[in-house]
């Protein structure tokens, strides 16, 4: 049984801005989450039931923060680590 995906507004503004190239490689790595959800760090404190999954896009180290359940995968927001936390909170505000 595979996992439906659904992303937030929120991350699909963020894809929207990436070129061909880091498209293909967050296809991958989406990928990778589909097959194994627990493969990010949860997070704790306010962002309890929160993963994020790091990786690299040419240079640059990207995180993905996500949930999942038995039947779906959210992807919540997608960028480089510079304020990422920060930003990540005022989402779920």
Do not use: C, W
């Amino acid at each position: 049984m595979s996992r439906k995906v659904i992303q937030s507004r929120l991350f699909a503004r963020k894809t929207k801005k990436l070129n061909k190239q880091d498209k293909h490689i967050l296809d991958k790595e989406v990928q990778k989450l589909m097959k194994n959800p627990g493969i990010g760090e949860e997070k704790r404190g306010d962002l309890q039931g929160v993963f994020v999954y790091k990786f690299k896009m040419g240079t640059t180290q990207y995180l993905l923060a996500y949930r999942f359940s038995e039947e779906l995968i959210e992807l919540i927001m997608l960028g480089p680590h510079e304020n990422y936390y920060r930003d990540l909170k005022v989402f779920f505000r």
